[in-house]
């Protein structure tokens, strides 16, 4: 059974760093590429960045870029978020997610929808 | 970067009800398009992928067509247990943005 458990949420200071971790099993890490979406409170769905298999390639929305750091080690099974700089719009649920396709092998983040989610962990950024 | 909407942002049926909610992209993106389900409190789940795939254990009273910029996501026959929020996402190149979301109750 594909597993993804997020870890290293909580509560952190405006200005301050946060680094999630997500740590994926029931499946080979290293072909599939991976992405996290948060949800602030009350609030829809927002995609924050994705990497490839490899670890080569790295995407982040606007909102997040120069900020945030994705990364995995596949040799842990395990995806990253490094966050600095944060602010209050950065209050949110965060969720690992795998990117799925029709092969066996779903290495590029492009073209590669996401499935499945893992739990989520919620980061809140305050004084 | 290509906008996605959706329309309604939220609406209201009856059981047994057929239920559409559309999905636009500002620019063609061909049909790299999921949609999403999220109950309230709980995980999103993917429903369909590549526009009109059902996802493997979804109800077949879900529905996606569309291609380009236009996609809809249609509910058969409506079930209390529908209720739900529903978010199209475009994944065909960076930012994979969402839709803005529908929430979708029973009247």
């Known amino acids: 059974e594909v597993q993804l458990v997020e870890s290293g949420g909580g509560l952190v200071q405006p200005g301050g760093s946060l680094r999630l971790s997500c740590a994926a099993s029931?499946?080979?890490?290293?072909?599939?590429?991976m992405s996290w979406v948060r949800q602030a409170p009350g609030k829809g769905l927002e995609w924050v960045s994705a990497?490839?298999?490899?670890?080569?390639?790295?995407y982040y929305a606007d909102s997040v870029k120069g900020r945030f750091t994705i990364s995995r080690d596949n040799s842990k099974n395990t995806l990253y978020l490094q966050m600095n700089s944060l602010t209050a719009e950065d209050t949110a649920v965060y969720y690992c997610?795998?990117?799925?396709?029709?092969?066996?092998?779903?290495?590029?983040?492009?073209?590669?929808?996401?499935?499945?989610w893992g739990q989520g962990t919620l980061v809140t950024v305050s004084s | 970067d290509i906008q996605m909407t959706q329309s309604p942002s939220s609406l209201s049926a009856s059981v047994g009800d057929r239920v559409t909610i559309t999905c636009r992209a500002s620019?063609?993106?061909?049909?790299?398009l999921a949609w999403y389900q999220q109950k309230t409190g709980k995980v999103p789940k993917l429903l369909i992928y590549?526009?009109?795939t059902l996802q493997s254990g979804v109800p077949s009273r879900f529905s996606g067509s569309g291609s380009g910029t236009d996609f809809t996501l249609t509910i058969s026959s409506l079930q209390p247990e529908d209720v739900a929020s529903y978010y199209c996402?475009?994944?065909?190149?960076?930012?994979?943005?969402f839709g803005p979301g529908t929430k979708v109750d029973i009247k």
């Open positions: 997610a795998r990117l799925s396709c029709s092969s066996s092998s779903c290495q590029s983040p492009p073209r590669n929808w996401i499935d499945p």
């Open positions: 029931g499946f080979t890490l290293s072909t599939y590429a």
């Open positions: 990497i490839s298999g490899s670890g080569g390639s790295t």
């Open positions: 620019q063609g993106i061909s049909n790299y």
């Open positions: 590549a526009a009109s």
């Open positions: 996402q475009k994944y065909d190149s960076a930012p994979f943005t």
